[in-house]
């Protein structure tokens, strides 16, 4: 009996991906950096609206080939928001219960989206403690702790079959640099970068590989001196940073790794709507920060190529935060300097004399916090 749920399970995740087109590769060009032309991936328009999607239906697979998800299970993860919200909806598809373990400080639009799809959210105060409740809670309930930081990185076969690294060089076949220069980011859970790597490393791909970090995450410290120091806080950067080193994240897979202000994240969210006329949430501001420095580093070099990023997931998650100019003042994050530094860098090309940590060369981009 158990067998044949899930196999119907399993059938139903692929129905769902059959349904499912490619998510667009939009191109950007740069006026004052031609030489560098930008791609974002715009994972965005998956049905659950984020880059975790992909993640959400490659954990539910592993779980269920791996027998750890039957009929009836309930569904457990420690997420900061978008990872919960795409498991909430397999677990919705599956007609699974699904408790999402998050931060007190996860925006509401989020938290509504993990409800929409008959989610429960537990709230936990500190960030540091969401693992250990989530396993308290599946032990608990008798479910399944998903746990997205340990088999982000197991749970997608890096090879091919149609993961995020072989669809974003097919998209990019007949465009006039076929293999990007670099690939920029973020880390969450690690999994999307190391699928990144390993598929760049297994096809022989000269493209090259930077992960961003916003403030108070432990990435940059790791990769850097393989500090695994946990941080007290936990980053305000939804959706990227964490306070303590996931098995998930390989940095050995990576060519740099690059400290991005918060600041700045917020800023290069702002402005990428006048870009793309739509709202794209802070990460993948965090995102676009590491493709001007990327891009400003090549200028300098004689260097030219084009660089791709992703659209993480949509504005619209982020009214009360990023969008909201009365969050960002309290928050101390107003960007209004950064953002007029950003916008001065596509129109010029300049970069070096408007951003003060500009230039600093730890492991390639490391810069310090401004």
Known sequence: ????????????????????????????????????PLYLKDESTHPSGSLKHRLARS??????????IRQGTTIVEASSGSTAVSEAYFAQLLGLPFVAVVPACTSRQKIEQIEFY??????VEEAAAIMDESR??????????????????RATDWRGNNNIAESLFD????????????????AGTGGTSATLGRY????????????VDPDDSVF????????????????????????????????????????????????????????????CGPSTGTNLIGVIETAARMKRDGETGAIVTLICDSGHRYRDTCYSESWRCESGLQPTEELERVR???????????????????????????
């Not at 008959?118 to 709230?123: A, E, I, S, T, V």
């Not at 990227?240 to 800023?267: E, H, K, N, Y």
């Open 1 to 36: 009996m158990q067998r044949h749920w899930v196999h119907r399970a399993v059938e139903a995740i692929h129905a769902d991906f059959q349904r499912s087109a490619d998510t667009h590769m939009i191109r950007v060009e740069i006026p004052g950096s031609p030489g560098t």
């Open 59 to 68: 954990l539910f697979l592993y779980g269920l080939c791996n027998g750890w």
């Open 118 to 123: 008959g989610g429960r959210c537990h709230l």
């Open 136 to 153: 308290r809670l599946a032990d608990e309930c008798g479910g399944h702790f998903m746990d997205q930081f340990t088999f982000a990185e």
């Open 171 to 186: 998209q990019l076949t007949l465009e006039p640099f076929a293999e990007p220069a670099w690939i920029v980011v973020g």
């Open 200 to 211: 760049i490393r297994y096809f022989q791909r000269d493209t090259r590989l930077c992960v």
């Open 220 to 279: 940059f410290d790791y990769f850097r001196d393989r500090d695994a120091t946990a941080t007290a806080r936990g980053s305000r950067i939804e959706g990227i940073g964490r306070p303590s080193v996931p098995t998930s994240f390989l940095p050995d897979v990576v060519d740099c790794v690059m400290q991005v202000p918060d600041r700045w994240s917020i800023a290069a969210a702002l402005y990428l709507e006048c870009v793309i006329g739509r709202r």
């Open 344 to 370: 001065h860098f596509f129109e010029s090309g300049d970069w070096e004399s408007v951003c003060p940590f500009h230039g600093n060369d730890v492991d390639f981009a490391a810069p310090n916090r401004c």
